[in-house]
């Protein structure tokens, strides 16, 4: 009889390895598919059938993620299989686009968020560490948040979070809305770096 493990989980770059045993009389030889192809049949240096019958996938990648069966026979008695199901996990990342960006009251701002993981991740929003949906002039998806019109109290960091049962990761960016009234112009500088908020008002002046 074959035995061999019922589910693997493992990281993409790294190694796993498929133990298969089968007993009678004469001695079972042991072969390996990965979904309905022979392993023997790709062209893979990654992938080896030990002397033992044990299969080794090394650097494993996306699409190593597939079923393994260990099919065991000696021609006398009926051939054995049992089948194991590699899942490939890719580390959760995130990437916000713009990084930064200012603009005056009115315009529309439209933020994107490109995330990727194997499982899919789960993606959520947040703006100052409160969750976002869709409500009024902002419109909350997977990928992106629309502002329509935007004011000054939109002002803040816009976080974009996504996580699955393997991690989770995050990214984000500051929009600062401007405020332009006559001649006189306040906003914010925004020091990321020591994450101080420093207010400046600039005004006309004349020589007396």
Not at 58 to 64: K, P, R, V
Not at 75 to 103: D, G, Q
Not at 115 to 132: A, L, N, Q
Not at 177 to 198: D, S, T
Request: glycine fraction near 6%; charge should be positive.
């Amino acid at each position: 009889m074959c035995k061999c493990f019922i589910h693997v989980v493992a990281y993409v770059g790294t190694e796993v390895l498929f133990r298969c045993r089968a007993t009678g009389l004469p001695t079972p030889g042991i072969s390996w598919r990965k979904g309905s192809i022979p392993v023997s049949s790709l062209d893979l240096d990654r992938m080896q059938i030990l002397p033992n019958g044990d299969l080794r996938v090394e650097n494993i990648t996306e699409d190593d993620n597939d079923v393994y069966t260990c099919i065991a026979t000696n021609f006398v008695e009926p051939m054995e299989t049992k089948e194991a199901r590699l899942a490939v996990i890719v580390p959760v990342s995130v990437s916000v686009s713009p990084n930064n960006v200012t603009v005056s009251p009115g315009d529309d701002v439209k933020i994107t968020c490109s995330s990727r993981g194997t499982p899919r991740p789960i993606v959520e929003w947040y703006k100052d560490d409160t969750f976002m949906r869709s409500q009024g002039r902002t419109r909350v998806s997977r990928t992106s948040v629309i502002i329509s019109q935007v004011q000054p109290s939109d002002n803040g960091y816009y976080q974009c979070q996504a996580r699955h049962n393997y991690g989770s990761a995050s990214d984000k960016m500051y929009l600062n809305v401007v405020v332009e009234r006559g001649n006189v112009r306040a906003f914010l500088i925004i020091n990321l770096f020591y994450k101080r908020v420093y207010h400046f008002v600039f005004a006309p002046f004349s020589f007396q």
